[in-house]
């Protein structure tokens, strides 16, 4: 007989399927055209369906503890990092980072050091009773920028319309590499508050062994090592697949997608040797495509950002089910009279003076207001929530004579960094998701207000490519009729988002309709002499050797 079985497994698939489903129906319309971003609205929708509201999906009661809860969210980060960080990669031009490693070490040595810094005194000012160490660890974990977020001003008609290419490639190459250059920020505190500590006097070595480890373990083994791997990795991947494409040993889809399998090794491998695979996913992705090939070769797939869609999607429903909402309110750390101003002033000032400082040295920003732009686009998000769960697993190491209590000293860090990262990073996600659209409404309302009161009678409108008049006939009716024979000045002519269209002649125009077409709209070809269209161009295809099934060889020819 059959029966009901609400299990948390259906459950789930039902609340993520249906979710994404939902999405996917609007998200041109989200996205392209009101500009929100996939990872706030995702993270609206995990708050909905989390216990703190309809009590759909339920993270703590799958993962049975607070520790294989953490344990859950730490690896499906590292996860969507390590796919995103390869992606981030192999969209960089060839030769990327050999080509531009003065602004990019300008960006991850003295700025990236900088926000820092700045992060950790702000923390330190503002939260009662933290020592300072405390601070530099909660710095750390927000100090680099998130490569997820990034996509949202770096993809999509905002982008294309507002953002230079050169401009995009370095906010790509800056997000990805500074996420693995984040543990040296953080392995400097936890060491330093597991040697120096105040409650870190049965810990032998003091200053000079937390240093050497410091250079040794972080410097040395993990980010160095990472570099190399990822590498070495990425080369040997890019030469193999090379060698069976041309033999013909691949097929397409297992071709387009090896960058994604690519990832998944090399997080499963770095986690295994202990090294910095968020770092390593980074390099490898980048010299896969080395030579361009690959990245060329895929220039036009809509794979990659479809997996791409789907892993931010989940992942920030993930985080606004587990994200603890209730302690932004009740915690024993901060006050939220004091947490909401210390995020405000975190993303005013952790970033933007140092850029506005030396954007000069840095070429791809042209001018003030793209220095302002990167400036504040310096999102929080995956990378802070890796940190944090990093930082947590430190923690519960710094026990004495191996007991399940923490030392005295750290008892209230795990609830600090917790408390603090996490609310940096709603906020990020909800003040850089929204503030596109806000720009957008706060330009274009006062324009169309303006040009609603002061709107004279002949006053054309543009509607596609097709401008038309507006006059009146002498029955008083407002319908389109033909002008007199009587050269008229043309009347100034305006867009529906209030700015004003020039007109490349003076000249005037006895005609009904006026044709402008625009550079973003396909104009169909003018019949020839005999009457028959000619033939349209074929696309390039940038010499490709994989093709799609409607792709004819005649297009080559």
């Excluded at 344990?71 to 969209?91: E, S």
């Excluded at 250059?181 to 400097?188: E, H, K, S, V």
């Amino acid at each position: 007989m059959p029966t009901l079985a609400p299990t948390n497994f259906n459950i789930v698939v039902s609340v993520l399927g249906g979710w994404i489903s939902l999405f996917g129906l609007v998200s041109y319309l989200l996205k392209e055209n009101f500009y929100l971003s996939e990872a706030l609205i995702s993270l609206l929708a995990g708050l909905f369906f989390s216990p703190h509201a309809t009590n759909f999906v339920r993270p703590l009661e799958y993962a049975g503890s607070e520790e294989n809860l953490n344990a859950i969210t730490l690896y499906f980060t590292r996860l969507v990092l390590g796919v995103q960080l390869v992606l981030a990669g192999v969209q960089l031009p060839s030769r990327y980072l050999k080509k531009e490693w003065k602004p990019l070490a300008l960006l991850l040595g003295p700025i990236m050091t900088a926000m820092w810094i700045i992060t950790s005194l702000l923390v330190w000012g503002l939260v009662p009773n933290l020592p300072f160490l405390h601070a530099l660890a909660i710095g750390a974990c927000v100090t680099p920028t998130d490569p997820v977020l990034s996509n949202v001003i770096v993809k999509g008609r905002f982008a294309d319309h507002n953002v230079p290419k050169d401009l995009q490639k370095i906010i790509i190459a800056e997000s990805g590499a500074n996420d693995g250059l984040g543990y040296p920020f953080l392995f400097l505190a936890l060491y330093l508050i597991k040697y120096i500590g105040d409650g870190g006097a049965n810990e032998q070595g003091g200053a000079g062994l937390a240093i050497g480890l410091w250079f040794g373990e972080t410097w040395g083994y993990t980010i160095l090592l990472s570099v190399i791997y990822g590498a070495v990795v990425g080369w040997i991947a890019k030469e193999l697949l090379h060698f069976c494409e041309e033999h013909r040993f691949v097929d397409r889809e297992s071709f387009l997608v090896f960058a994604f399998s690519l990832a998944l090794f090399i997080t499963g491998t770095c986690g295994m040797i202990g090294s910095d695979d968020i770092l390593a996913c980074f390099i490898a992705g980048n010299v896969f495509t080395w030579d361009d090939w690959f990245r060329l070769e895929t220039l036009d797939d809509s794979l990659q950002p479809t997996i791409d869609m789907l892993l931010n999607v989940t992942i920030f429903m993930w985080y606004g089910a587990v994200c603890p909402w209730h302690s932004f309110v009740d915690n024993s750390i901060i006050p939220i009279y004091r947490l909401i101003p210390l995020g405000i002033l975190i993303l005013l000032f952790r970033r933007m003076p140092f850029i506005l400082t030396l954007y000069k040295k840095i070429h791809q920003i042209n001018g003030l207001r793209q220095a302002i732009f990167m400036g504040f686009f310096g999102p929080i998000g995956c990378s802070a929530i890796f940190y944090l769960y990093v930082t947590l697993e430190f923690v519960d190491t710094l026990n004495p004579n191996n007991g399940s209590a923490p030392r005295w000293d750290v008892a209230h860090l795990k609830e600090s960094v917790s408390v603090l990262v996490w609310f940096m990073a709603i906020c990020s996600i909800v003040v850089h998701g929204l503030s596109i659209p806000l720009g957008k409404f706060g330009v274009y309302l006062p324009r169309t207000l303006s040009r609603n009161l002061t709107t004279p009678e002949d006053l054309h409108f543009q509607i596609g490519a097709r401008i038309l008049p507006r006059s009146r006939s002498r029955d008083g009716t407002g319908t389109h009729t033909p002008a007199d024979s009587r050269s008229v000045s043309a009347p100034t002519v305006y867009r529906l988002g209030g700015s004003i269209i020039r007109d490349q002649t003076e000249t005037t125009t006895d005609a009904v309709e006026v044709v402008k077409p625009r550079d973003d709209l396909e104009v169909s070809p003018k019949p020839t002499e005999q009457g028959s269209l000619p033939r349209a161009p074929s696309p390039t295809l940038h010499n490709r050797t994989i093709r799609f099934p409607d792709e004819s060889s005649s297009r080559e020819s």
